[in-house]
């Protein structure tokens, strides 16, 4: 697992209404192109999420089918059970991972145990707001990896500028206290001079940033996005995490059909 930094910055940072052009919320995601497969591939670079990590630029690929109540990706899957395109308020069901991480990922990391891949079941609330939506989520680990929670609340305000489809997003993500400490805590068996032990309570991460879809034809897009977040203390002051700034930026190519 080379990339847990860009799964976690995907939840630090970031995904109905309708935009203009192609692109739409559903979900609490960003979807575009509703009703078609596609496929994906780009590179993302960023910042440290812990301390001396070995990759910070990486490929990602992404693929899958957006519908208009089911959808499916690589990162993840849900279903709206309540509402409509049309409606103030959609209600959707959804299943996500969450990476989990080598020692050897970074210098901080030696001779930790590897931390295990998870999965969550969630609950999302749409609210529409003029052009913009309002989303709301709360997911829980099923797997019994971290055995914790996640809360999220996120604007996102899709608009057409001419030539792409342009989101801008501000939110707040919360991670439970077993979360926080699957990902940041020491215990007295890891703790070295350089990695003291540590523990800490639930943490918030203060997340803004935009997505921006370009359409080359009708079925190729390009796609950028760029996050930047902020963790709180609780998260920001293990003495694994690198910042308590947080940033990243994508750019790839989508095709669907």
Same mark, same amino acid.
Do not use: C
């Given at each position: 697992?080379?990339?847990?930094?860009?799964? #976690? +910055?995907?939840? *630090?940072?970031? /995904? %109905?209404? $309708?935009?203009? !052009?192609?692109?739409?919320?559903?979900?609490?995601?960003?979807?575009?192109?509703?009703?078609?497969?596609?496929?994906?591939?780009?590179?993302?670079?960023?910042?440290?999420?812990?301390?001396?990590?070995?990759?910070?630029?990486?490929?990602?690929?992404?693929?899958?089918?957006?519908?208009?109540?089911?959808?499916?990706?690589?990162?993840?899957?849900?279903?709206?059970?309540?509402?409509?395109?049309?409606?103030?308020?959609?209600?959707?069901?959804?299943?996500?991972?969450?990476?989990?991480?080598?020692?050897?990922?970074?210098?901080?990391?030696?001779?930790?145990?590897?931390?295990? #891949? +998870?999965?969550? *079941?969630?609950? /999302? %609330?749409? $609210?529409?707001? !003029?052009?913009?939506?309002?989303?709301?989520?709360?997911?829980?680990?099923?797997?019994?990896?971290?055995?914790?929670?996640?809360?999220?609340?996120?604007?996102?305000?899709?608009?057409?500028?001419?030539?792409?489809?342009?989101?801008?997003?501000?939110?707040?993500?919360?991670?439970?206290?077993?979360?926080?400490?699957?990902?940041?805590?020491?215990?007295?068996?890891?703790?070295?001079?350089?990695?003291?032990?540590?523990?800490?309570?639930?943490?918030?991460?203060?997340?803004?940033?935009?997505?921006?879809?370009?359409?080359?034809?009708?079925?190729?897009?390009?796609?950028?996005?760029?996050?930047?977040?902020?963790?709180?203390?609780?998260?920001?002051?293990?003495?694994?995490?690198?910042?308590?700034?947080?940033?990243?930026?994508?750019?790839?190519?989508?095709?669907?059909?």
């Amino acid at each position: 697992m080379k990339n847990i930094y860009f799964a #976690i +910055s995907a939840i *630090l940072l970031s /995904n %109905a209404a $309708l935009a203009e !052009g192609n692109t739409y919320i559903r979900n609490g995601n960003i979807y575009s192109h509703q009703g078609q497969f596609f496929a994906g591939a780009g590179a993302a670079t960023g910042s440290e999420f812990y301390k001396g990590q070995d990759h910070k630029t990486a490929a990602y690929i992404n693929g899958g089918y957006h519908g208009e109540d089911f959808n499916a990706d690589l990162a993840g899957v849900n279903y709206r059970f309540f509402g409509s395109n049309d409606s103030a308020i959609n209600f959707s069901v959804f299943a996500a991972a969450n990476p989990g991480f080598d020692a050897d990922d970074a210098d901080i990391l030696k001779g930790m145990k590897d931390r295990k #891949i +998870s999965g969550d *079941l969630g609950l /999302n %609330a749409d $609210l529409r707001l !003029g052009q913009g939506t309002l989303s709301g989520k709360f997911q829980h680990d099923v797997t019994g990896v971290y055995d914790g929670y996640q809360a999220d609340v996120t604007y996102y305000h899709p608009m057409n500028i001419g030539f792409a489809d342009f989101v801008p997003y501000a939110g707040v993500h919360y991670f439970s206290k077993d979360y926080v400490n699957y990902y940041t805590e020491v215990s007295k068996s890891d703790a070295t001079a350089n990695r003291p032990v540590y523990q800490a309570d639930g943490a918030f991460a203060y997340k803004v940033g935009y997505a921006m879809v370009v359409p080359i034809s009708e079925h190729l897009d390009i796609t950028q996005a760029t996050g930047y977040s902020r963790l709180s203390s609780d998260m920001a002051d293990s003495p694994l995490i690198d910042s308590n700034n947080q940033w990243v930026t994508t750019l790839g190519v989508n095709y669907s059909f």
